[in-house]
């Protein structure tokens, strides 16, 4: 029976970890702002919120304060340091280490639904389990039985499967490819742990030999733990060859697309869905969610994937140091000239709610258009369509407050890059 005191405990115990993950995730990403970040730990936060509260007030207890003498404890152990080294890692590449962290944004948003649909079978495992432990043992004392309602009418150990997928969706959805190295440890572990539970409750619990000859599918039983790792690598391995295959031979550009002459509607409408979302200024959450929305627009637009580049760079500004990126989008034509459109996706940090409807919005959207035209027409010379960040200043207009995004791109390019630009032309701001 769940009385209010245990809703209460159960909500300051669910706030302790996830307050405890959040200061490990953010504090080895070295920041706050990147936005899938923030997504894998909601979700992750509100699932763990969701299975605290729906399972019997007998297992949540169970869980929180387990008997002694359970079996095999170094494997939950093991699991459990795992998992912290898998997004630990994941995050720690994708704010500060950068060493794999190309992972393209729609396979994260994959990633996330997948550790989403995980979780889920997990909590629906766990409810309908009173049982679920997280030591081995008989739980004598609470009427131990075999359970066969839910996924256990399929699969003897749900829950394992869903870690099994969660854990590398969660290096993935996080956005690195690396931190698939420690998430194939956890697998490991995590088969070498059903397998002794399976063969515990066959010599202790009554009625489970019946059941495994009912319910043969355990988890994966032919294989075992290290090959099962070693074909979780391999397959890791096939996946990254196949992308980097794909972003080597230009895939994306090869697709004939048909030609698109400028649509004022659509430009229209893309304005309308940026002004939406309020005031972007750098590192507000609507200027993080603009950049997903670009890289999606471009891949929309036509743009070769590979050719979409996100120039992140950390702005000393009068408000303190702002994580601020330019996205780039390479159109190649018969020659190496190049021609820039530039525009600029941030707004003005203003006491009033300032959207740049006809400001950052507007050079967004005729940029976004400008990229169907081009991405879809046989060019002879070579556009850029750059949207510039942090152009705005973030108190006043002086030579070191604005035109950030402008100032760090230009000085990024080579000398054989600025050869090879005949015009920039850019809807930008300048100092009033």
């Known amino acids: 029976m769940r009385d209010r005191s245990h809703v209460i405990r159960t909500i300051i115990r669910w706030a302790i970890l996830a307050g405890l993950l959040a200061a490990w995730l953010f504090l080895a990403a070295g920041t706050t702002?990147?936005?899938?970040?923030?997504?894998?730990?909601?979700?992750f936060s509100a699932m763990l919120l969701l299975s605290m509260l729906a399972v019997d007030p007998g297992l949540a207890q169970e869980r929180?304060?387990?008997?002694?003498?359970?079996?095999?404890?170094?494997?939950?152990?093991?699991?459990?340091?795992l998992f912290l080294v898998t997004v630990g890692f994941a995050a720690m590449d994708v704010g500060r280490l950068h060493q794999s962290d190309a992972v393209p944004i729609p396979v994260s948003i994959i990633a996330l639904a997948v550790f989403t649909a995980a979780l889920s079978f997990q909590v629906w495992a766990m409810t309908v389990n009173p049982f679920f432990s997280p030591v081995i043992r008989i739980q004598a004392e609470r009427g131990h039985r075999v359970i066969t309602r839910g996924p256990y009418r399929w699969l003897r150990h749900p829950g394992y499967l869903a870690m099994i997928v969660a854990i590398p969706a969660s290096a993935l959805a996080i956005g690195s490819w690396l931190a698939l190295i420690p998430a194939a440890g956890f697998c490991a572990v995590i088969v070498r742990r059903a397998r002794t539970e399976d063969e515990f409750l066959k010599s202790n619990l009554p009625g489970y030999v019946d059941y495994t000859q009912r319910v043969p599918l355990g988890l994966l039983p032919r294989l075992s733990a290290i090959r099962l790792a070693a074909l979780v690598l391999v397959g890791l391995a096939l996946l990254v060859a196949g992308l980097?295959?794909?972003?080597?031979?230009?895939?994306?550009a090869n697709l004939k697309l048909p030609p698109s002459p400028f649509n004022q509607q659509r430009a229209f409408q893309d304005l309308k869905n940026f002004a939406k979302l309020g005031p972007r200024p750098p590192g507000s959450d609507a200027h993080d969610f603009t950049r997903l929305l670009l890289d999606l627009a471009f891949m929309g637009a036509g743009v070769d994937i590979k050719n979409v580049d996100f120039q992140t760079f950390?702005?000393?500004?009068?408000?303190?140091?702002?994580?601020?990126?330019?996205?780039?989008?390479?159109?190649?034509?018969?020659?190496?000239?190049?021609?820039?459109?530039?525009?600029?996706?941030?707004?003005?940090?203003?006491?009033?709610?300032?959207?740049?409807a006809n400001d950052g919005a507007s050079s967004t959207a005729f940029l976004i258009e400008m990229a169907h035209v081009l991405a879809r027409r046989e060019n002879r010379f070579t556009y850029w369509v750059v949207l510039f960040d942090g152009e705005e200043a973030l108190k006043r207009w002086s030579a070191q407050d604005g035109l950030y995004g402008s100032r760090y791109f230009v000085h990024t390019l080579t000398s054989d890059?600025?050869?090879?630009?005949?015009?920039?032309?850019?809807?930008?701001?300048s100092p009033a």
């Open 33 to 43: 702002h990147i936005l899938i970040l923030r997504a894998y730990f909601a979700v």
């Open 64 to 81: 929180t304060h387990p008997q002694a003498g359970g079996l095999d404890g170094r494997s939950r152990f093991g699991a459990g340091f």
């Open 244 to 252: 980097a295959y794909a972003a080597t031979t230009n895939s994306t």
């Open 314 to 356: 950390e702005a000393s500004t009068p408000v303190g140091k702002i994580e601020m990126t330019n996205v780039i989008a390479k159109i190649a034509g018969d020659l190496p000239d190049t021609f820039i459109l530039g525009g600029h996706y941030d707004t003005k940090r203003m006491r009033l709610r300032f959207v740049g």
């Open 417 to 429: 890059q600025v050869k090879q630009i005949r015009a920039i032309l850019s809807r930008t701001n």
